[in-house]
Each structure stands twice: as structure tokens, then as C-alpha cells.
């Protein structure tokens, strides 16, 4: 080897040694920047999280009860729903009167101008006109937790705040209606009363007096000419009314249920046929119009139209008659129960000293909130869970259970996936499978991918003018035209709901099932071939299999995204009550045509629209809770399922 | 078969050798048309597959010129060559695969048992049925063992279960498989290990009962026990299957088969008996291929 040949060694190229240029070299700062990233969004979404659930589990916990005396000689009595610092303003202070004003300023000046403020729920609206007072420490002259307070949860005007002073029993005294004597009729009923009451005597608890219209009077100084309705008792003092409340009020709740299932389900069946009957004679009416117009009056089709339409008169006659008959049933075996509940009365006075007697009946839950073991609390809290979970939304939806949007939601969401899953996977087949590759399917793939970007509304309102008028509209004509002019599929409803967010989230399955096609080993493919496989059988018994878990997590996807959407709702169908279900016991059972609740679109109703937005505030966080809940039970439901097809298709390969 | 390879330090050339070899290659590789050296013994032989003059065009690139090589009935047939030679495409020539990829047009003709393969008439997918293929890389199906043998029964819609269970056996036990699967036949079939899984090809291959066995480099992705497992296999299978495979390993090509093709950018060079090749080859070139000069 010749020795001059060689290049003489080059000097090693100069390394720059700054120790910046190292770290950049390293990717060290990358690795930080990527981690801050990560750490940013997880502190968000885990907040937004915590926050949620801290508001939405504490909502439903029976707090105790607050009575707050105020320097101005009012009393209020109430839950403590939130409290806050403040500065008041000079003219607040000046309003005050003389002495709150001056003890007001020495506790600002003590603490720095802020004031503390809580926001008490004091309830009985239909007696003060408010719903929530705010209260500031200065204004305070007495505050205790009165042991007797109690909280009820009523069916109207909301939550009342009282100690209760009576409990009310009715004995309906006999209508002796067969006797037509109006003075006989009276003397009956005034003797049947008096024995009734004798037969009471000697429990010293409780007082016995006779109701003469809407007055109460003690035996002795019952007028002689009065009509006794009924004889009641009366148990005094706040502990034996409470107890007497204890022991009724579960029976009275359970008539309570009775008769909301007859308003519900035997009325609303009596109403469905009588609807029918009026139907099949609304389309005989129609056919004979048709017959008249084809061929005229003397035309044999006409003759047999005429016919079936007197046939159908007498048919809904009938059943006019048997369903008003049934009806009528009904209607006295509710006015009985109605009657029974009515005997249970509970008096209560205000912390502002004002008395008010609640019917049993319309009382929902009733409970000693200072006065509750841990246990009963804890009772109690679950108790609420169980309605908000499993009843029907009342009071404009502020109070009482979500059941009818949780199955709005989930069937929704169900049937949306239905939909969207076999139209995408088919359209992202024929894409990936079959069609040439070329500018047009380059502009399909793109167009299906801008398509994810379209505002959801605009699919709102596509549905709209799609589904709902145009093939709503014509469904309406051709199939129940004896309905018209009210729309049976020609208005928003959970069918053309589910559909309008199919098409919505129809780019995300394609998408991922192209992925998902594309990843499918070539290899498989050919190993399918030349089995003598045709591309079909290849398709269906190799790639779609294979493909499975991708399509799978493109739906997880869709449904992620389908379930919290609400824009499109609000026009295609989602509504701020609904309580028939879009699945009941009423032929055909299942109703796709008709409206339904949200609960996306719930948490906006209670949040935006409702009048008492104080109190409808801790419900938003909890349906809220609610809604990630089932979001997240349907996503774990569908990633188990992939994952057990993962198993299947990757189990032990190296 | 027990061939051993000629030892190229002492060089023992056929007769032939050297006469007319010198050049060739590089011949080819200017593009000129050489003819294939092929040995006498294999017109003895009677044919399953028939190529003559077969040419292939990827696009615009041609992988392989005038190929003529006949497939004797009931022995194994290696192609040998160095990497893009064209044998594992002129393999994929036989069972059509080729259809699959855009652009590919040929010329020339092929017949399996006297019928044109490249009729318009024949149908490919009936075609592949006659044949099967074991890949380089095992490629099991995503389902049960059971299901991954019957599969060529089950798109011909075979659904007797006595049927598909007796092919089952049949095919496993064929490809040495059976004892080690017959426990586990409904699980996944990718729970095997890789040898395992080669051979569950195979079986699959060998299930429909093919004229023809077409094997691409069906050991290049296994370990050597493996690899002792599938060579075996293919001892096994000898005269009851027709076998065309496609192989780099040249000690592989001299321990299996009866006949060897040798392959060099798209044209066949020299195809003779597998002793013949490897000990006294014709040409040159061969030799120097085989003991391991260049390729």
C-alpha cells in the first residue's frame, strides 16, 4: 500500500461545545414542552371534571336547616346553598336603618370593607314571592337550627321550610244521597259524626273536632244548623304531627302513584283507541272522497265506500260509547283515591309565623333536615338519587327525575349508532375496496372530510327541512293521511333525530374504517387468494373481521360525539318535556315519531331558560354529571367489546 | 434427497462446464437473450405445468423474458437465483396473483394439466382452488385453527361438519401439525409460534387437495429447527403433491428437491436435476452461483 496515497487524516470536524446547541440535540426541551402540553390538558380536563362531580354529588344532600333572625325584626328559615365575600356599596349601607347601618360599618372596618354574604333558600314561594334571600353577616341578629325545622319537597310551588304544628285526620261523614230531606240528610250526618267521635275519645294527644264547610269547631260549639262533612283528628305539637306525618304519608304517596298510572297508562290506552277508531273513520271518510272524485256518485267503488264508511260509523260509535263508559270508570276510581288522600292534612307555621295546611298528597318527601342521623341523611340522599334516576321531571323540570332524557339519550344515541356504523362501513368499503383511486375519489375523500367540519346545526337544520318536512311530510300523506293536519312523522322526532346525527358523524366511521381497512395485512389478502377466494369472501370472512376493532373505535367516535351534541336537537325533535317515552306498552310499542328529552339539551333548558335559575343551578351540574356518566358507561361498554376482538385477532403474535 | 454441494475450493465442473457458460451473465445483464441450459432428464419426465415462453411486464419493467420451464408431476421443483430474479413473480405467474397488482401484462403461455392458465375462458378464482400457495410469511387467517385449515372448503360453502372436521385432521396430520394442535383446534390461530404457523399454512394449502404446491421461501422467516420441521414436511409430501418452490437458501434447494431451476434477472439459465446442478452443473455461471461465488 502506498503510503502518499493516502489523504492525510482530516482534523476532526470542531464540535460546537455551547451546551445549548447539546440540549437541542437531545430533544430535552421538546421533552418538556410535550409534557407541559400534556400536563395543560390534563389539569383541565380533570378539573373541569372534579368540578363537575364535587357540584353535581353534593346537589342532592339534605343540608340542615338555617333560622336566621335579621336586625330588622324578620325571620328567615332556609338551606344554605352558597356563600361569598363582598364589598357593599356606600348606598346599601345608607339604606340600612340606624343602628344595622352603624354595626354594619365597625364589622367592614374590622374586616377590611369585605362583608360575608350566604345565599339561604328559604322556599314557600306561594307566601313570600321568593325563592332565595341573600343574607349578610351584619344584617344578622339571631341565627339557630330550629330542632322541629323541616323540609318539604311538594309537587307544586317547590320546597317549603316550616315546623310543623298539626297533623290532620279526616273521617268523611256518609252523603246519605238517598235521602231527599236536605234537613233529615244533615241530622244523619251530624249524628253519624258525633258517634264517630265518641268511638274516639281518651287519647290524650289528640283533639277531636268537627269540619262545617271549610271551618273547623270543637263539639261543644257546633252549630245546630251546620252540615258535618267529616270528623278529625287532630294530633298537636310538632313530634306527635310528625310522627302521624311518618306513618301516612308512604300510603298516601303509593294511592298518589295509583292514580298517576290510571292518568297515565289506562287513559292514555283509552285515548289511543278512541284515536284509532277516529282514524279508520276519518280514512273511510277519505276513501269515499276518492271513490266520488274517480268515478262519481253512482260508481260501484263509491257504493262500496259509502258502505264501509256507514259500517265504520257504527263502529266507532260503539266504541265511543264503551271507551266513555271506561272512561268514566277511571275517572271515579281516581276521584276515590284522590278522596282518600285528601283526609291527611299537615299544618306547619313559617319561620315568619305565618300558618299553611299542605295536603299529604302533595307532599313528595318530607324530613326533620336538623333533626337526621347520618344514616337518614344518607337515606334521604339516596332517596333523591332514586327519583332524579328513575322519575319524571315536574315543576318545569327543576324538580323531581331526568328518567324520560336518560332514555331519550341513550335510545338516541343506540340508534344512531345503528344507523351510522353499516352506512359508514359500507361507504368506506366501496372507497378502500373496489373504487380505482383517482381525482374523484381523492374529491369524495375530501368532501366526506370537510364534512366533519359542517357547524352541527347546519345539520340541524338540513334534518329539519330534510327528514322531518320533506320525508316526514310524505310518510304523513301517503301513510296516516287520516291524521292530517297534525304531523305524525312530518315534525322533529327521535327517528329523524338519530338519523341527522347519523349524517353527522357518518365522516368520523368512514374515516376510521378506511384506517382500519387500510392496516389489514396485504399479506392476509393474498394468503385469502389464493385459497381461491373471491374479493367478496375475502372482504367478509378476512379484512371486515380484521378491520373490526378500528370500525369499532370509529364508532366509539361517533357516539362520543353523537351523545353530547344538542344544537341539531333542538330542531329536529329534542324537547323540554316529554314524558311518553319513545318506547312504551302501547301498541306498536315502539314510537319512533315521537318527540323526546335530551339530556344535553335538559342541562341548556335548566341552565338558560328556566325562571328560578338559583335553584335549577345545582340540577345543570348534576345532569350534567349524569350525562358524562352515561357517555362514559356507553364508550367502556364499546372499548370492552374491542378489546375482546382485539384479543381474538392479536392474541400471541411475535 | 441428499445432495452435497460441490466444494468450490476444489473445483470439480461438469463436462460441460466452461464451454459455453463464459459471458453469459453478463450477457443478460446487457439484455441479450441467452438460451436456458436444460437438462435431458427432465423430458423424461411427465409435466403438470407447462410454461413456454412466458414474459411478464410490471408497467413498463420487464421482470421476466421468455421463460420456458416445464413442472414434472409429483416431484419438487426449486427456483434458485438472486434476489429480483423473478422467480417468486414468475411463482405468482402460476396461480394468477399477479392479476391482483395494477399495471402487470404478459405474454406466452402456461398450462396447468394441458389447459391454458391465461385463457380468458378460466376463471382465476376457480383456477387458485387447484393450486396452493404457502407464503415467506406465515399468514394465518384472524380466526380458530379449525376454521383457518377448512377455509378453502368453507368459500366453496362446504358446511358438513364431518367433512370439514375429517379435512381438518387430514390436513394437519399432513403437514405435522396435528399432535401439536389437536387440543387447541378453536383457538386463535395466531396464538401458534411461527414455525407453527408456517405449517398451519401449509395445511390450509394443502387442504383443498391442490394439483399443484407452490411454496415462496416458505422457511426464510423461521429458525432453524423450524426451518428442519417444514423440510421435512416437504420430504413428506413428496410424489403425493406437486411442488414448486421458490428458495435463497441453496443448501435448502440441495437438501428438498428433485429438480432446480436456476434464475438470473428475469431468464432462466440452467434447469436440471438437483444433483446435477449442484455437483456438475453445465455452466459457469451455475456453479459459480451454487458455491457461493457471487449472488
Known sequence: ??????????????????????????????????????????????????????????????????????????????????????????????????????????????????????????????????????????????????????????????????????????????????????????????????????????????????????????????????????????????????????????????????????????????????????????????????????????????????????????????????????????????????????????VLTTAGGAAKTIELADIVRGYPANRLTFGQRLGVYGARWREFLLDDPREANMEGGVFPAIFGTVVMTLVMSLMVVPFGVLAALYLREYAKAGPLISAVRIAVNNLAGV???????????????????????????????????????????????????????????????????????????????????????????????????????????????????????????????????????????????????????????????????PMVFTTTLLLIAIIAALNIAAVVIRTRLRRRFHAGTF | MNVVIADPAAPERGDNAGRNGSGRLAAVARGESVPAEIHDELRQERHVLEIERFSLWYGEARALFDISLNVPRGKVTALIGPSGCGKSTLLRSVNRLNDLVDGVRIEGSMRLAGREIYDRAVDAIELRKRMGMVFQKSNPFPMSVFENVVYPLRIDGERNRAVLQEVCERSLRGAALWDEVKDRLHESALGLSGGQQQRLCIARAIAAEPEVLLMDEPCSALDPLATNKIEDLIDRLRGEYTILIVTHNMQQAARTSDYTAFMYLGRLIEYGPTETLFQKPRLIETYDYVTGRFG
Not at chain 1, 321568593?130 to 341565627?143: G, K, P, R, T
Not at chain 1, 364508532?555 to 318535556?577: F, Q
Request: with cysteine; net charge positive.
Open chain 1, 455 to 617: 357547524p352541527s346545526i347546519v345539520f340541524g337544520v338540513f334534518g329539519l327541512g330534510f327528514f322531518c318536512y320533506f320525508l316526514g311530510g310524505h310518510i304523513d300523506r301517503w301513510f296516516f293521511a287520516a291524521k292530517l293536519p297534525s304531523p305524525t312523522y312530518g315534525t322533529g322526532g327521535i327517528l329523524w333525530a338519530s338519523l341527522t346525527l347519523a349524517l353527522m358523524t357518518l365522516p368520523v366511521v368512514i374515516v376510521a374504517t378506511e384506517e382500519a381497512l387500510a392496516a389489514v395485512p396485504g399479506s392476509m389478502r393474498e394468503g385469502s387468494y389464493a385459497c381461491g377466494a373471491s374479493k367478496w369472501q375475502t372482504i367478509r370472512r378476512i379484512v371486515l373481521p380484521r378491520a373490526m376493532p378500528g370500525i369499532m373505535t370509529g364508532m366509539i367516535l361517533a357516539m362520543a360525539r353523537g351523545a353530547g351534541e344538542v344544537a341539531p336537537l333542538m330542531l329536529v325533535g329534542a324537547v323540554k318535556m316529554a314524558p311518553e317515552l319513545p318506547v312504551d306498552g302501547i301498541f306498536p310499542y315502539l314510537h319512533p315519531e315521537r318527540s323526546f328529552m335530551h339530556l344535553g339539551f335538559h342541562i341548556y333548558d335548566l341552565g338558560f331558560q328556566s325562571q328560578n335559575s338559583e335553584a335549577a343551578k
Open chain 1, 1 to 346: 500500500m502506498n503510503a502518499a496515497a493516502v489523504p492525510p487524516p482530516a482534523a476532526p470536524r470542531r464540535r460546537s461545545g455551547r451546551d445549548s446547541a447539546a440540549l437541542l440535540a437531545h430533544g430535552e426541551p421538546a421533552v418538556w414542552l410535550m409534557g407541559g402540553g400534556l400536563v395543560l390538558a390534563l389539569a383541565m380536563i380533570v378539573g373541569l371534571l372534579v368540578f363537575v362531580l364535587y357540584q353535581g354529588v353534593a346537589t342532592l344532600w339534605p343540608r340542615p336547616v338555617e333560622r336566621i333572625a335579621l336586625r330588622d325584626g324578620s325571620v328567615h328559615m332556609g338551606e344554605v346553598a352558597r356563600d361569598d365575600r363582598y364589598r357593599p356599596a356606600d348606598h346599601v349601607l345608607a339604606a340600612l336603618p340606624e343602628d344595622t347601618a352603624a354595626a354594619a360599618r365597625a364589622a367592614l372596618a374590622a374586616a377590611d370593607g369585605w362583608a360575608h354574604r350566604r345565599l339561604l333558600r328559604t322556599g314557600n314561594y306561594e307566601l313570600t314571592g321568593e325563592h332565595f334571600q341573600w343574607i349578610s353577616d351584619y344584617q344578622i341578629a339571631a341565627e339557630d337550627r330550629p330542632p322541629w325545622a323541616v323540609v318539604l319537597e311538594r309537587m307544586t310551588w317547590g320546597r317549603f321550610y316550616g315546623e310543623p304544628v298539626a297533623f290532620h285526620v279526616l273521617h268523611y261523614t256518609d252523603e246519605f244521597a238517598d235521602q231527599a230531606d236536605p234537613a233529615e240528610r244533615r241530622r244523619l250526618r251530624r249524628e253519624q259524626a258525633l258517634r264517630m267521635a265518641r268511638e274516639m275519645e281518651g287519647t290524650p294527644s289528640r283533639r277531636v273536632m268537627f269540619q262545617t264547610g271549610l271551618r273547623l269547631a270543637a263539639p261543644a260549639e257546633l252549630p245546630e244548623t251546620a252540615t258535618v262533612a267529616a270528623v278529625v283528628e287532630i294530633w298537636e305539637g310538632a313530634e306527635s304531627a310528625w310522627a302521624q306525618f311518618a306513618a301516612w304519608h308512604s300510603g298516601v304517596r303509593e294511592r298518589w302513584q295509583q292514580r298517576r298510572a290510571l292518568e297515565k297508562i289506562e287513559i292514555g290506552r283509552i285515548n289511543q283507541r278512541r284515536e284509532a277508531g277516529r282514524h279508520r273513520l276519518r280514512s273511510a271518510e277519505l276513501r269515499l272522497e276518492r271513490a266520488l272524485a274517480a268515478g262519481g256518485p253512482e260508481s260501484p267503488a263509491a257504493a262500496r265506500a259509502r258502505a264501509e264508511l256507514d259500517r265504520q260509523r257504527i263502529e266507532f260509535g260503539r266504541l265511543d260509547r264503551a271507551t266513555e263508559e271506561e272512561f268514566l270508570r277511571i275517572r271515579a276510581r281516581i276521584a276515590e283515591l284522590n278522596r282518600e288522600n285528601s283526609r291527611f292534612r299537615l
